[in-house]
Structures are given as structure tokens and as C-alpha cells.
């Protein structure tokens, strides 16, 4: 097979360029919103905690999140995997168009931003966090989706009938070359989105409806814990950063410390006790802090 013809450039308008990859982005943050709102305002879902933040909460934490996302997302790829542009070309550094987003550095700006967030308006941080945790395999499926049109982030040789040679005339035209080669690859971009994007969602929306939204820090540790297995799993056939250890690779470096500690979050958060008694009225928007 060979990597569809897909310009990563949406729509020009004058000097603007409107880009796949940033719409991506764009969607997934504004579908994870919206599903949040929806989780927050479910009483059912929560019944013996209540609803773990206002509307208006939710609608403010969103900027919080974004900034997290970009930033983190930025700054990881820059310090994970390519060091050098911080004294070759910091400027690339910005230039976040282009590509070049790493999941664990978005990870921690946005846990860096639950966790002001939280303290700074009250709010239980696991509770913040199972909310955000359950919304956040939309955001990496149209995040994968990008990655695969974008040309970029493919996966290792392979032999198989749905192997991909990355190399169109966008491809060449953006880097001067093919950098995958003409050889077929694992469309590992694709498994991403399916298996981190889509199955991981439907883990994470069946542990809501079981009830696990009172059960603080469970859904979050699930989330954790699935993506971690499921990218050290994807590893095996994604091709490394350039420069980075074949294996262990830097990404099964990076989730190793996610599936632990999103076990210890499902751990703790089933032991927890729950409240005696389930909580109604104006109060059941504010939780005990964590």
C-alpha cells in the first residue's frame, strides 16, 4: 500500500494556512469539553459523591487543560526526543504547526494544570482527574489521525498486506526526501488511534456507567494503566525517534512509570470507603479535597 496523497494543509486563506494537524487538536479538545460538562452534570453517574465540578468550572478549566496540552505536548518532544533544537534552533521550538508533540509531556502540563486548578477553586483532584482522564482518549484519537495524515511518526518495517511505504510527493515536497524510505511500514499511527483512541475510550465510558466516577482516582488510574500496556504493547512495532534506543524505546521508558502508577490509583481508589450516605442538594458540587 502506498500513503495516501493527503496535503496537511486544510484551507489557505491569504498567508493563513488552516492544517490538519492543529484542527485535530481543535476537535479533540472541544469534544472532550463537552463531554466533561456532560459527565459533570449527571448526578446519576456519581451518586454518593455528586458531581465533582460546576459547569462554569469545567467551562474555565479548559483554557487550564489547553495551555497544558500545547505546552507540556511542546517542551516533551522537545526534551524526550530532541534535545539539541534548545541550542541549534530554539526557534523551531515554537513551531509547534509542524509537528513534533509529545503524549507524556502533555501528560504532565496537564496534570500540572488539574492540579492548580483543583487548589486553586477547592476541588477533589482525583475526582477533577477522573473526569478529565475519561475524555482524554478522544483527544489522542484525532491526535493519532493527525500524526497518520501529517506523514509522520510511522511505524517499523513489516511484511504484512496493510504494510504502508510513507512517501507522496507532500512528503518530499516538506523534507526534501522520503525519511520512512520506500520500504512497507506498520501503519502504527492507525493502531494508536484504534487501540489508545477508540477501545480505550469504551474501557474508560464502561467504568463510568459501572459507577466508578465515586470511586476517586479509579478512572484516571484505568486510563493510566491502559495507555501505558497499550503503548509499551505498540512500541514493539512503532519505529523509534531518530537517535533513540530501538528497545527499551523512550516511549516504554516513559509509560512504564503510568502503569504503575495507575495501579496504584485503581488500588487505592476500590479500598477507599464510600460515603455513608449519598450526597444531594447545592453541596454536591464541592467534594473534600484529595
Known amino acids: 500500500m502506498t500513503f495516501p496523497e493527503i496535503d496537511p494543509i486544510l484551507l489557505r486563506i491569504g498567508p493563513l494556512a488552516i492544517r490538519w494537524y492543529a484542527l485535530a487538536y481543535v476537535t479533540g479538545i472541544l469534544l472532550g469539553w463537552r463531554y466533561v460538562a456532560g459527565l459533570a452534570r449527571s448526578p446519576r453517574l456519581a451518586p454518593m459523591r455528586g458531581p465533582a465540578a460546576t459547569t462554569p468550572q469545567i467551562d474555565d478549566l479548559i483554557l487550564w487543560l489547553t495551555l497544558g496540552i500545547i505546552v507540556g505536548g511542546r517542551l516533551g518532544h522537545v526534551l524526550f526526543y530532541t534535545p539539541s533544537l534548545i541550542w541549534t534552533n530554539p526557534l523551531e521550538i515554537l513551531q509547534v504547526w509542524r509537528g513534533g508533540m509529545s503524549f507524556h509531556g502533555g501528560a504532565i502540563g496537564v496534570f500540572t494544570a488539574i492540579v492548580l486548578f483543583a487548589r486553586g477553586n477547592g476541588l477533589d483532584l482525583f475526582r477533577l482527574g477522573d473526569l478529565i482522564a475519561a475524555a482524554a482518549p478522544i483527544g489522542l484519537f484525532f491526535g493519532r489521525i493527525a500524526n497518520f495524515v501529517n506523514g509522520e511518526l510511522w511505524g517499523r518495517p513489516t511484511d504484512l498486506p496493510w504494510g504502508m511505504?510513507?512517501?507522496?510527493?507532500?512528503?518530499?515536497?516538506?523534507?526534501?526526501?522520503?525519511?520512512?524510505?520506500?520500504?512497507?511500514?506498520?501503519?502504527?499511527?492507525?493502531?494508536?488511534?484504534?487501540?489508545?483512541?477508540?477501545?480505550?475510550?469504551?474501557?474508560?465510558?464502561?467504568?463510568?456507567?459501572?459507577?466508578?466516577?465515586?470511586?476517586?482516582?479509579?478512572?484516571?488510574?484505568?486510563?493510566?494503566?491502559?495507555?501505558?500496556?497499550?503503548?509499551?504493547?505498540?512500541?514493539?512495532?512503532?519505529?523509534?525517534?531518530f537517535g533513540m534506543p530501538a528497545f527499551p524505546?523512550?516511549?516504554?521508558?516513559?509509560?512504564?512509570?503510568?502503569?504503575?502508577?495507575?495501579?496504584?490509583?485503581?488500588?487505592?481508589?476500590?479500598?477507599?470507603?464510600?460515603?455513608?450516605?449519598?450526597?444531594?442538594?447545592?453541596?454536591?458540587?464541592?467534594?473534600?479535597?484529595?
Open 249 to 290: 524505546t523512550m516511549g516504554m521508558m516513559l509509560s512504564a512509570p503510568m502503569v504503575l502508577a495507575g495501579a496504584f490509583l485503581v488500588w487505592r481508589g476500590l479500598r477507599e470507603p464510600l460515603p455513608a450516605t449519598p450526597v444531594t442538594g447545592p453541596a454536591a458540587g464541592v467534594d473534600e479535597p484529595a
Open 165 to 241: 511505504v510513507f512517501c507522496n510527493p507532500q512528503i518530499i515536497e516538506t523534507y526534501g526526501h522520503c525519511p520512512a524510505g520506500l520500504a512497507p511500514r506498520h501503519p502504527s499511527q492507525l493502531y494508536e488511534a484504534a487501540l489508545e483512541g477508540v477501545v480505550l475510550f469504551l474501557i474508560l465510558l464502561f467504568s463510568v456507567r459501572k459507577g466508578m466516577l465515586d470511586r476517586r482516582g479509579v478512572v484516571a488510574g484505568l486510563f493510566l494503566l491502559g495507555y501505558g500496556l497499550i503503548r509499551i504493547a505498540l512500541e514493539t512495532v512503532r519505529e523509534p525517534d
